[in-house]
């Protein structure tokens, strides 16, 4: 059996202390000293294994975003996949999942979309991010509307969960998880009995 480097053995560690630094004094404040001093290891380890705080960040948010995959699909997977509705609202809820509003998560997601304005690497992984959240919204949208309308319900819906996500963070008490999903739910449902009219009543005036 292989061994493991010592960055697979200490990875869950660093990325939690990762996210503690940030949650107690901010991103800037959070230095590779005060890292490691949380994940028990020395600087030159966070140094060797990740190349220094920026990559640090990346492999935390690449759990992080790990993680609401596994959110948005777990919940996906228990849904039929005829009920447009309910899948829809899987989606949203996945990314309003314990996993992405808990404190510390929250502020790791704050430092990171500042971060990546000037990092690449950090930019590419919001792109990617913002991408399969669209794909998957427009997947369902374009079961019960055209297509260019799909696209744009899936543009707002994102719109609303990144906005709603990010005024709750900023709040004080955090993020209110049932308001978001009720307002972004309700949007939904008034899009798809606007299309159901819709067809309704073009299927009335051709019969």
């Known amino acids: 059996m292989p061994k493991l480097g010592v960055a697979e053995i200490r990875r869950p560690q660093l990325i939690d202390a990762t996210m503690d630094a940030i949650n107690e004094v901010g991103l800037h404040k959070a230095s590779v000293v005060m890292i490691s001093g949380k994940a028990g290891v020395s600087p030159a380890i966070i140094n060797h294994h990740f190349g220094g705080k920026d990559n640090l960040l990346e492999a935390t948010m690449r759990t992080v975003l790990r993680q609401l995959s596994e959110s948005v699909t777990s919940r996906l997977q228990q849904i039929d996949r005829g009920d447009v509705v309910g899948r829809l609202n899987a989606i949203v809820s996945g990314n309003f999942d314990n996993s992405q509003t808990e404190s510390r998560v929250v502020k790791t997601w704050l430092a990171f979309w500042t971060q990546s304005m000037h990092e690449p690497a950090l930019y590419r992984l919001q792109r990617v991010n913002e991408q399969r959240l669209l794909s998957h919204l427009r997947y369902e949208l374009k079961q019960v509307m055209p297509y260019e309308q799909a696209l744009q319900v899936a543009q707002t819906i994102a719109a609303l969960i990144d ?11 955090g993020i209110d998880v049932e308001m978001a999903k009720k307002l972004i739910n309700d949007y939904i449902r008034q899009q798809l009995a606007s299309q159901r009219d819709k067809t309704a009543a073009v299927a009335y005036e051709f019969s």
Do not use: D, K, S, V
Request: proline fraction near 9%.
């Open 163 to 173: 906005g709603i996500w990010l005024r709750g963070a900023l709040r004080p008490e």
